[in-house]
């Protein structure tokens, strides 16, 4: 990596530091000069050569502005110069660019795929963002075992075996990760779980798993199930069915009716995956299919997942920062940004034609490691499909708008209710989980005018308030997170760039007066009075909906009428922060059940635990052993004996 005589030092933090709102606020134009970015801009192009690569654009505090691509870094760096051919979006950019960061690739292709995980990183607020908070679920069939497991998968593919998605949903997942159970018997229980079987689960009883674990089923018989379920995920449908099929009437010839019936209920299992495709896709083998609808300055995408000829979901991506860009180059960009997380299959099926589209492919190509063909589709099923997808696209942008018009007079009820100066665009909600004081904890939940921000959702271990002092914990959460902001008042404007020191247009408090004046007295003891602040408690009457109290800082108490859309939004917002704040305490307290006393002892990890614990039976007598009987532990070295030894004997 090269970088700029003006260029700042990369910051590997980059993704946590960015943030989108300020980054929003930032393009709106925070001290603009255009003269500097070009003088910036010209100090880059000197160091630069003909040569393909990324390239990225920094403001005043090393924020990545905008990432590109290009065949020749040297004369597509050099156009940002020529201020009469930019439209006016590239000129706000340039009026904010401070810096430059470059990376020289071997290839334009590798250049389109490393400019596609920046975007991905970044967030830069000049690219097209396609936001999506949630990993894609696969089924993930393993070959990490003699009797492999059928299990749902997302994130990182690690695992050995074979992964078959994307699906659009956990429910479509879950859904034919059922059919498929009943189908082909295969077990979906965890490796302990099968190794500690002495008599067949439930899921044998109700004939979804052939029970392996206590030899109902021996390992040719189960690889044969294993080998149906791989043809049949791999398209092979009508095979695995016509197979099936014969087997029964062989089963009822010989009379075996019970095996019969058996293949009876798999075969309606295979109908059933086949019967729940409300799209036909059968011919076209695998294929994602594109879509998009622009409407109102949003664009909206339609995505069809196809395997095997069977539609495995669809999903509708809503992309940002389009506003001045071609509808073609939208899409390019979301492909992009989509095959980043997601593996491409060897058809990609679009309603129009991408700028660089053979290019494109070939990145994509080069990410999969097979062929990969992007197309438009002009005859029979797949111009089938892509006429459904436009249709979908179309519709789901239609209701989009519908609820952000919606959502928009919301807001604005919101703001004259709460008697704020503006539309808040950044909502913080707040409260605290425990269970009289144990394992106490605060949750922060963000809200913007889209909807929920799950990335800047916090979590704060309670380690100063006392047991069951709830006002307590509520002081020690605002003080810790509004810390940075009191020692930088400027907040946008500072050096760091984390969420930390970016100001909320709204505290919503979960509770009643108690909460809202320990919050209150807490933020003037830290000389903050910019942030408006509301706490929202159950009325009189706990057990009945709608009859929330909002109290403000002053005193004073408002409510709202039962059936208000602004009322049903706030207590939308309290569900939230309590589900969250509900789970992450449930999961600590979890985790405080599993703990061992040997885990606070330096340097003794997972194996060397399970060793001692082995060895000894409980933690105490590991506390209790001599030095010699330590080092008699199987697996345990003599200077991991005396470590352990030191830490319980250090008084000697």
């Known amino acids: 990596m090269s970088r700029s005589k003006a260029g700042s030092p990369h910051d590997p933090r980059g993704k946590e530091r960015f943030h989108e709102e300020r980054a929003t606020k930032t393009v709106a134009g925070a001290q603009p000069d255009l003269e500097a970015g070009i003088t910036a801009i010209r100090e880059t192009v000197k160091t630069l050569k003909p040569r393909p690569g990324v390239y990225r654009m920094l403001d005043a505090r090393g924020d990545v502005l905008y990432v590109g691509k290009a065949r020749s870094l040297k004369a597509r760096v050099a156009n940002y110069t020529q201020i009469k051919g930019l439209s006016n979006r590239i000129q706000r950019m340039v009026s904010q660019c401070r810096a430059m960061e470059i990376v020289v690739t071997n290839s334009e292709a590798e250049a389109l795929l490393l400019e596609a995980q920046l975007i991905k990183r970044y967030r830069p607020p000049f690219n097209v963002l396609l936001r999506d908070d949630k990993s894609f679920p696969f089924i993930l069939l393993r070959a990490d075992h003699a009797f492999p497991r059928i299990q749902k998968h997302r994130g990182a593919r690690k695992a050995k075996g074979n992964y078959y998605g994307p699906f659009a949903s956990a429910g479509s997942v879950n859904k034919t990760l059922n059919a498929l159970q009943k189908l082909f018997l295969l077990r979906s229980c965890t490796d302990s779980f099968f190794n500690n079987r002495d008599r067949p689960c439930l899921l044998y009883q109700i004939k979804r798993c052939s029970a392996p674990c206590v030899g ?18 791999g398209g092979k449908s009508s095979v695995v069915q016509q197979d099936l ?111 660089e589209q053979e290019l494109v492919a070939e990145a994509l190509c080069e990410k999969a490691g097979h062929g990969v063909a992007i197309s438009i589709p002009q005859r029979g099923t797949r111009r089938k499909l892509m ?41 913080e909600v707040y409260d605290n989980s425990h269970i009289q004081g144990d394992k106490a904890l605060g949750a922060m939940v963000v809200a913007s005018p889209e909807g929920f921000e799950k990335g800047q959702y916090r979590k704060f271990n309670i380690k100063t308030a006392q047991t069951n002092d709830d006002f307590g914990m509520m002081r020690e959460v605002m003080a810790r997170r509004f810390r940075n902001l009191a020692e930088n008042p400027e907040g946008e404007e500072g050096k760091a760039n984390s969420h930390e020191t970016v100001w909320p247009d709204l505290v919503l408090l979960d509770g009643g007066k108690g909460q809202m004046s320990s919050v209150r007295d807490t933020l003037e003891e830290m000389g903050i009075e910019r942030v408006p602040l509301i706490a929202i408690a159950k009325g009189p009457h706990h057990g009945r909906e709608g009859r929330e109290v909002f109290h403000f800082p002053d005193g004073r108490e408002k409510t709202l009428p039962v059936n208000s859309p602004l009322l049903f939004y706030l207590q939308t917002l309290r569900d939230e922060v309590h589900r969250y704040a509900i789970g992450a ?31 000894f039976g409980t933690a105490s007598k590991v506390r209790a052993a001599a030095l010699d009987d330590l080092k008699r532990a199987p697996g345990i070295s003599a200077g991991v004996a005396q470590q352990v030894y030191d830490f319980y004997h250090a008084g000697g």
């Open 216 to 233: 109902r089923i021996d390992e040719p018989g189960y690889e044969k199930l294993v080998r149906e379920a791989k043809d049949f995920l």
């Open 585 to 615: 305490h449930r999961a600590k307290r979890s985790r405080a059940i599993t703990a061992s006393p040997l885990d606070e002892i330096p340097g003794i990890g997972p194996a060397r635990k399970r060793a001692l614990l082995l060895h």
């Open 245 to 355: 099929e014969k087997q029964m009437a062989k089963a009822a010839e010989d009379l075996d009716f019970e095996t019969a019936a058996i293949l009876r209920d798999r075969l309606r299992a295979a109908t059933f995956i086949q019967g729940s495709q409300a799209i036909n896709a059968q011919g076209v083998g695998d294929a994602d299919v594109f879509a998009l609808a622009a409407k109102g300055g949003q664009v909206g995408v339609q995505a069809f997942f196809i395997r095997g000829g069977q539609n495995w979901g669809h999903r509708t991506f809503y992309p940002r920062n389009t506003g001045e860009l071609e509808k073609e180059e939208v899409l390019s960009d979301v492909l992009l940004q989509f095959y980043e997380e997601v593996p491409p299959p060897r058809t990609i099926l679009v309603d129009r034609a991408l700028p």
């Open 387 to 427: 006429q459904q997808a436009s249709r979908n696209a179309v519709e789901a942008l239609d209701r989009r708008l519908a609820e952000s018009g919606t959502k928009a007079k919301v807001l604005r009820d919101l703001t004259e209710f709460l008697e704020l100066d503006e539309v808040p665009q950044r909502i």
